[in-house]
């Protein structure tokens, strides 16, 4: 028997060759490595605790996103050019109260005498000076020379008048009645003189006036427009119409068949078309450089609504013929207006899409019309808020429908509610919350 095998079979270990090693005893840890061990894993659990905390009721209970709108353009509804029959000489015009400008035309754009037009002005320059209220006599102002010296003044000039007398007393109220309904142009000018100490001092307070209302086109050289130098275009005069008619003293007087006054006896208004086709003002006036004229407002039910009609014809061949064609004029603008339909309850005006997937309508919460004047265009401006969460009904804005100087306000809600994303999208998805 080898020494080798000898020694195996008596219990002693054979050498172990270098691939056949055994690996090394493990080392038990430390107190202090188990102590660190055990301080990372409670810092750690602590720390996924903390940040659970946090982070969870962060997401859960942050706001919504704001979804912002996307609005769908309005589509303009188009102008159509109504046909009018308007006089051949001179120049004309027609608007409406609450109607920007002159709505149709024809003849000159420049400025023309006006005759006594020119005593709308001076009423209006009067009454700003010194107000009155509808029916109330106002201050009452005593005549001296001066006033007897207009009187001849016109006389001299083949003008309308009325009688004075120095020592005279009459109402402001009255001498307004004189000078617009009777055309009296010496008692113009006493109104004018007695509201501005002269009658020049007048023309410089009506030049400011004018300025002020932005009557850059009218020219004024006395206070009754018996020189042809009182002039003024057919937009100046729409919008002197129009002040005329929001001035109620003016336009109470202008709308006066018959008034007495007292010492003057019972004096009629010279408007021929008072009371006919609506007619209900405003002023004749009769030049020999100006032919005859007339500024004009007329009430007319359209489409059941009442809408105030003004216009002006100047340089007509005489009183009975631009009557005739006043009349032609007002049975033909009725058709220049159209009802139209602005929107109708639950119209989509636009959108709101969220990051979390809800989608929404924005839809008219009403309908709404408007009758306009067919040549002007209609306009939309359409206003929309963000959202988070809301409910079907909402109010998210409104859309402002605009003709001319007339606006209409409709209200835009959700068709449908926007709902709250939910936990796991919030949990999932904190960029879009943060």
């Not at 709505?103 to 320059?125: C, N």
């Not at 020219?219 to 008619?245: R, Y």
């Not at 009725?334 to 309850?345: I, M, P, Y």
Request: proline share 7%.
């Amino acid at each position: 028997m080898a020494a080798g095998h000898s020694a195996a079979f008596r219990g002693i270990p054979a050498t172990v060759a270098y691939d056949e090693r055994v690996p090394p005893t493990k080392q038990p840890l430390t107190t202090k490595q188990v102590y660190r061990r055990r301080r990372i894993a409670v810092f750690g659990g602590v720390a996924l605790v903390l940040a659970a905390g946090f982070y969870a009721p962060l997401t859960l209970l942050a706001p919504a996103p704001t979804s912002e709108p996307t609005a769908i353009p309005y589509s303009a509804i188009g102008p159509v050019t109504p046909v009018l029959s308007f006089p051949s000489y001179g120049a004309a015009g027609i608007g409406a109260v609450g109607y920007d400008g002159v709505l149709a035309r024809s003849g000159t754009e420049d400025a023309l005498p006006i005759a006594s037009i020119t005593k709308v002005i001076t009423a209006l320059v009067v009454l700003d000076a010194h107000p009155l209220a509808p029916g109330e006599p106002g201050p009452t102002a005593t005549f001296t020379a001066t006033d007897e010296q207009f009187y001849a003044e016109q006389v001299a000039q083949d003008g309308i008048v009325a009688p004075v007398a120095a020592g005279q007393t009459m109402s402001e109220r009255n001498m307004l009645d004189l000078a617009l309904m009777a055309s009296a142009n010496n008692y113009a000018q006493s109104a004018a003189a007695w509201a501005f100490g002269t009658e020049g001092a007048y023309v410089e307070a009506a030049g400011a006036w004018l300025a002020g209302n932005g009557l850059t086109g009218t020219t004024i050289t006395d206070a009754t427009g018996i020189q042809p130098t009182n002039t003024s275009t057919v937009t100046d005069l729409i919008a002197i119409a129009k002040l005329a008619l929001d001035n109620p003293v003016v336009a109470e007087i202008a709308a006066t068949t018959v008034v007495d006054i007292p010492g003057i006896g019972v004096v009629e208004n010279r408007n021929g078309l008072l009371g006919i086709d609506g007619v209900d003002g405003i002023k004749t006036g009769t030049l020999d450089e100006s032919g005859a004229c007339l500024l004009f407002s007329a009430d007319h039910e359209i489409a059941g609504e009442t809408v105030t009609l003004v216009g002006v014809v100047l340089g007509g061949p005489d009183h009975d013929t631009i009557n005739t064609a006043i009349r032609g004029l007002l049975a033909e603008v009725d058709s220049g207006f159209r009802t139209v339909e602005l929107a109708t309850a639950g119209q989509v005006f636009g959108s709101y899409t969220t990051p979390w997937g809800d989608a929404s309508n924005v839809v008219a919460a009403e309908g709404s019309s408007l009758l306009a004047w067919s040549e002007l265009p209609v306009t939309a401006q359409i206003d929309l808020a963000g959202i988070q969460v809301a409910a079907k009904g909402t109010p998210v804005g409104s859309v402002t429908f605009s003709v001319g100087e007339r606006t209409t306000v409709v209200p835009l809600v959700l068709e449908e509610s926007i709902d709250d994303p939910g936990p796991w999208w919030r949990l999932g998805n904190p960029g879009e919350l943060f």
